[in-house]
């Protein structure tokens, strides 16, 4: 759930200064040493796109002196729409992958991904896509781009508030919150065609709908309780309820493998973050989740990549922070920042989120790489974004 829900919700949640013990800290289980990489391509406009590119991930770094790299990558296109990357490490055999995509850019951005796959053993993010919200005077309206604001297109013109975008798996659908009709109901779009259809309409507030990791359901906040939409995809299915808790619920996240969710709710007072029991005689019920560094943590984000590991909001010292928890330690990282930042969203390589950084009276789109820290504003535009939520598309894996 991004921020913006609670300031729709009319102070749903107070916001606290830190407390509690002083949050732990841990080793995230991958290599931490920075690879410098010499990036060859002889289009101008390839090269700066890679460029662009590469600036994001905290664990390469680009160096202009093939001599200084560990690894030169060479990019050639092919045709109209396909790129050749060709990976030289300094002590080893070099490696030749063609990639193709809708155009050049798009080939050049899955090559780049496929060599950053090679070296770190993880994949690329580049070539991902982003869901948004654009502050447009006291309005808020949905929008996609990619990572680097191309392809930049506003799905809605409703001059209403619009919160908590969530990209299906596919890349193909958007489910979000509108007050189009008046009251905060939940919608499903087609990104095509920008053809919606409600799909959670009932009195009071419905928000929080997000995609489980295989697109055919939906946990959803209706009511304040938490709500299972089993076939989303079905035009005249329903959510089903699965708490009772007399509390104000906010923010679902499923695990990896669909089969838990974490979400924040002040059923203890305050907001805490509680795993929901989903099945067997204790269905409904709550687990606490012992983050043990703020009275305030919402947002929470489960890494797609590592069970252990996720991401929430938390207010520190009076200013909202993203946190990283993990499972096996039960220990808490804040990552370090000098702005209000929220609505964290992994991407697909369970290591860089991205965010929302209030600085000033702007609202500006960063990523963070959580292995090295470094973190980079994904816009320069002065109009405010918030609530990302990002997607690497089926058809790309």
Sequence with gaps: MKRLVICLLGGLFTLSV?????????????NKNVVRIAIQAPDPNTNLVLKQAFRLHGGLQPVSQPSA??????FDGLGANGMRVTIRPTDGTPESFPVQGKDLREAALLAADTAVQRITKRPGFFAGKLTFVVHLSKVRELCVSDLFFQGFRKLTSDRRQIISPDWSPDGNRLLYSSNKSGGMDIFMMDVSTSVRRPIARYKGTNHGAVFDPYGRRAAMIVKNELCIHDAILAPRS??????????????PTWSPDG?????????E??????????????????????????????????????????AFTANIGGRSQIVIYDFAKRTSRALDSNTNDEGPSWTNDGRHLL???LNGNVHQLHVVDTVTNKRVPLHTAKNSFSSPDFVYPRRFR
């Design 269 to 310: 007072g305050g907001a805490k973050l509680f795993e929901v029991i989903l099945s067997g005689r204790d269905k409904g019920r709550f687990r606490r989740i012992p983050t043990n560094i703020s009275r305030e943590c919402t947002e929470p984000v489960w890494n797609p990549t590592d069970p252990n590991i996720l």
């Design 69 to 74: 790299a560990s690894y030169v990558l060479k």
């Design 259 to 267: 089969r838990r969710i974490i979400l924040s709710s002040d059923i």
């Design 355 to 357: 965010f929302s950084a």
């Design 238 to 251: 329903k959510p089903q309820r699965i708490t009772n808790n007399k509390s104000r619920e906010t923010a």
């Design 18 to 30: 830190a407390c509690g013990q002083k949050s732990g800290t841990f080793t995230y289980p991958t």
